[in-house]
Nanobody, 125 residues
Framework: QVQLVESGGGLVQAGGSLRLSCAAS????????MAWFRQAPGKEREFVAA????????YYADSVKGRFTMSRDYARNTVYLQMNSLKSEDTAVYYC??????????????????WGQGTQVTVSS
């Protein structure tokens, strides 16, 4: 298992930017795909972005495409979510997730075995 810790959440005005980080520890020598999910109050957790281990291919939910960018730093065992042009509907707790995989990305909750504790993002309009 890999342990995940998110950081970087906070309060920002609509149109602003935030960068979330997710640091992995534990079995980080194994290849693993990672993703970001979010859960707004009263709603189910939803997929936001994903990245593969080998090619760093990324995939995004339609709601964030063109505004969010996911990246990873192998040396730091960290993934990032750069969020620009934030909207009030982006307000949620953001979670990062990981699963062992070398070449694929995944977009469903059930695919992931490791989760962080979440970081709150609040966008004021």
């Amino acid at each position: 298992q890999v342990q995940l810790v998110e950081s970087g959440g906070g309060l920002v005005q609509a149109g602003g930017s935030l960068r979330l980080s997710c640091a992995a520890s534990g079995r980080t020598f194994s290849p693993y795909a990672m993703a970001w999910f979010r859960q707004a109050p009263g709603k189910e957790r939803e997929f936001v972005a994903a990245i593969t281990w080998t090619t760093r291919t990324t995939y995004y939910a339609d709601s964030v495409k063109g505004r969010f960018t996911m990246s990873r730093d192998y040396a730091r065992n960290t993934v990032y979510l750069q969020m620009n042009s934030l909207k009030s509907e982006d307000t949620a707790v953001y979670y990062c997730a990981a699963r062992y995989s070398s070449g694929s990305y995944y977009t469903t909750e059930a695919a992931f075995g490791s989760w962080g504790q979440g970081t709150q993002v609040t966008v004021s309009s």
